[in-house]
T-cell receptor, first 115, second 113 residues
Framework: AQSVTQLDSQVPVFEEAPVELRCNYS??????LFWYVQYPNQGLQLLLK??????LVESINGFEAEFNKSQTSFHLRKPSVHISDTAEYFC?????????????FGAGTRLAVHP | EPEVTQTPSHQVTQMGQEVILRCVPI?????FYWYRQILGQKVEFLVS????????KSEIFDDQFSVERPDGSNFTLKIRSTKLEDSAMYFC???????????FGPGTRLLVL
């Protein structure tokens, strides 16, 4: 069985500062890794994903995450945050080769960007 | 851009009542999912659905729950006799293929009194 741990429930940061949201996973098999974002009163939106290949993946709005197999981590980073990045961020995994792509989520990290 | 929609956005019901939560997945998607998030807890997988049958379900998805695709566009989650602990945000998702990105709806917030 897989599990996902997001070490920080809340991360306050000032605008234009860098941020890292941490995600560690546990699994006995290979996994795909995802970051979803939930803006207030909206559904979950895929931010970025790692399926294979380069361990560094990027989103269109400046976020990036790096898959580290030895540390079983998939931390999310952004070098300079904006007020509009305020949201809840969820790390998730799904088992490679599983039939139906069930997602296992972490508890979420609430990013609060202050002016 | 196509999106998953869910209705209602909020529902309040009495314990023991039946509720039906509705979802319209993205039109060409073939795989459908329900997840839920109890307040303050993780988003949890409930069930996946493909080719008009359940393909996988979690231990949460007991006999009180059922899913259906009654027509070519809707995907529903029914809870037959709601309990207080069913109070949660319920998310529907759909994907084009097995290992494809899941697109989530905005959720239905269910409150059981």
């Amino acid at each position: 069985a897989q599990s996902v741990t997001q070490l920080d429930s809340q991360v306050p940061v000032f605008e234009e500062a860098p941020v890292e949201l941490r995600c560690n996973y546990s699994s006995s098999v290979s996994v795909y890794l995802f970051w979803y974002v939930q803006y207030p009163n909206q559904g979950l939106q895929l931010l970025l994903k790692y399926l294979s290949g380069s361990t560094l993946v990027e989103s269109i709005n400046g976020f990036e995450a790096e898959f580290n197999k030895s540390q079983t981590s998939f931390h999310l980073r952004k070098p300079s945050v904006h007020i509009s990045d305020t949201a809840e961020y969820f790390c998730a995994v799904s088992e490679v080769g599983s039939g139906y792509n069930k997602l296992i989520f972490g508890a979420g990290t609430r990013l609060a960007v202050h002016p | 851009e196509p999106e998953v929609t869910q209705t209602p956005s909020h529902q309040v019901t009495q314990m023991g009542q039946e509720v039906i939560l509705r979802c319209v997945p993205i039109s060409n998607h073939l795989y459908f999912y329900w997840y839920r998030q109890i307040l303050g807890q993780k988003v949890e997988f409930l069930v996946s659905f493909y080719n008009n049958e359940i393909s996988e379900k979690s231990e949460i998805f007991d006999d009180q729950f059922s899913v259906e695709r009654p027509d070519g566009s809707n995907f529903t989650l029914k809870i037959r006799s709601t309990k207080l602990e069913d109070s949660a945000m319920y998310f529907c998702a759909s994907s084009l293929g097995q290992q494809e990105t899941q697109y989530f709806g905005p959720g239905t917030r269910l409150l059981v009194l």
